[in-house]
């Protein structure tokens, strides 16, 4: 199965999101580029509104990744309570 | 021809502020709120003691009877540092400013009775003074404390109530057109209307507490979890029912910030209860006594906004105890 990706900004929200996908996905690798952090996963990568909320200290709403997020890869799938990227085949 | 642009990556050399690495771990990258608290204040070569009072060091762990091994297990879960406050505050601000203006624009304050009027101005109004002397406590507070991670936040807390008296002043404003009169009306109620010298005794007793600790739970764990649940919930309950929902619109930015700060209230209960036995009795013997003086102190002023002010007070003081109990302490 082939990897999805999200691709964020380097800056202080993404320091939040990043800690909670390694928490609720193990199987995530991070990776850090100039200005720009990527997160691969294999089939699937799920972001937990509420796990990213503990971390950044306030409600985080998943629609907010939209201000940090430069790409992604793979299908999406978009709650008010999570953001979860996969491969639908 | 094509240009091929190559990027390095140039690793840095170190994540964050040695003082920070050792406490998160090496490597790893730290939050600003983590790297604007921990370790800010100092903690040794005071070369003089304060004139203020001599007998304590500039920042000592003597000032209270609470004993932590690390006082920077105090950390607030909103992590407030400047940034992250002010921006929060700033928006709520923003929706706290439409409520005002929606309330102006739809003249709701037309439709208000006039004993609702009368009521807020003579019992609610009141409350700045209240609210002002939560100020000096916080203050108070952030300057004894020990501590950046629990002193920042007193600072913050004070600023805020600094705010919730402004609101307050705002409101008795509108409802008077103006007219500063009501303000000094409203300090007479304060000074000299019986219901309210409970109230103004336990703010004035408080301001003399030494124990700073002790402060923290007189005046933000228990008094406050008196007076703002029945001003700001079930008082505004039964005005929202007899035409004074404009009350309870204004007073939005308090019930918010109200749910906002019990996070940071329960934690910092819960931390110095699960350090060791002796905080944990310490801190139960500091609740029963204020929380008997606090439900004393706001009886008088249910009975004036309340229509049934037993019950209203019972009500508060078991969901404080259910509360505070859920944070280790057993009243």
């Known amino acids: 199965m082939s990897k999805v990706f999200l691709a964020l900004q380097a800056v202080e929200e993404t320091r939040a999101i990043i800690e909670a996908i390694k928490e609720d996905n193990p199987h995530a690798e991070v990776e850090n580029q100039p200005a720009m952090v990527k997160v691969a996963a294999e089939g699937k990568l799920q972001i937990m509104a509420e796990t990213v909320s503990n971390h950044i200290g306030r409600d985080w709403d998943p629609q907010e990744l939209q201000l940090v997020l430069v790409s992604l890869a793979g299908n999406v799938d978009e709650d008010y309570d999570h953001f979860t990227i996969y491969w639908d085949n | ?331």
């Not at chain 2, 007899?242 to 329960?266: H, L, Y």
């Not at chain 2, 934690?267 to 060791?276: D, G, P, Y």
């Open chain 2, 1 to 331: 021809m094509s240009l091929d642009i190559k990027s390095i990556d140039i690793k840095p050399k170190r994540e964050t502020f040695g003082h920070v690495e050792r406490r998160i771990g090496e490597g790893k990258m730290a939050s600003r709120y983590e790297e604007a608290t921990f370790d800010i204040q100092p903690t040794t070569n005071f070369h003089y003691r304060p004139l203020a009072d001599a007998s304590y060091e500039l920042y000592d762990v003597e000032k209270t009877a609470v004993k932590m091994e690390d006082w920077y297990k105090f950390l607030d879960p909103r992590q407030y540092h400047y940034a992250s406050y002010v921006t929060a505050r700033a928006k709520q601000q923003e929706v706290a400013e439409q409520n005002f203006v929606f309330v102006e624009k739809r003249n709701m304050l037309d439709v208000m009775p006039a004993e609702i009027k009368e009521l807020i101005l003579s019992y609610v109004l009141p409350l700045r003074h209240y609210e002002w002397g939560a100020n000096m406590n916080n203050l108070q507070l952030c300057s004894e404390g020990y501590g950046a991670a629990i002193t920042n936040a007193f600072m913050f807390h004070a600023e805020d109530r600094l705010g919730n008296a402004q609101y307050i002043t705002r409101i008795g404003l509108l409802l008077s057109d103006n007219e500063p009169v009501v303000l000094d009306n409203g300090k007479d109620q304060w000074m000299n209307d019986e219901a309210w010298q409970g109230l103004r005794k336990a703010m004035e007793d408080s301001f003399v507490i030494k124990d700073w600790f002790e402060l923290h739970i007189a005046q933000n764990v228990i008094l406050d979890a008196f007076v703002h649940p029945l001003y700001f919930n079930l008082m505004e309950q039964e005005l929202n029912a007899k035409g004074g929902s404009a009350q309870v619109m204004m007073t939005e930015f308090i019930t918010s910030w109200n749910e906002e700060c019990a996070r940071w209230i329960d934690m910092t209960v819960k931390v110095a209860c699960s350090e060791n036995e002796e905080n944990k009795e310490l801190l139960n013997t500091w609740c029963k006594k204020y929380i008997e003086i606090a439900y004393n102190a706001v009886l008088p002023l249910a009975k004036k906004v309340h229509s049934s002010p037993e019950e209203a007070m019972d009500m508060i003081k078991d969901e404080l105890v259910v509360r505070l109990n859920k944070n280790g302490l057993n009243l």
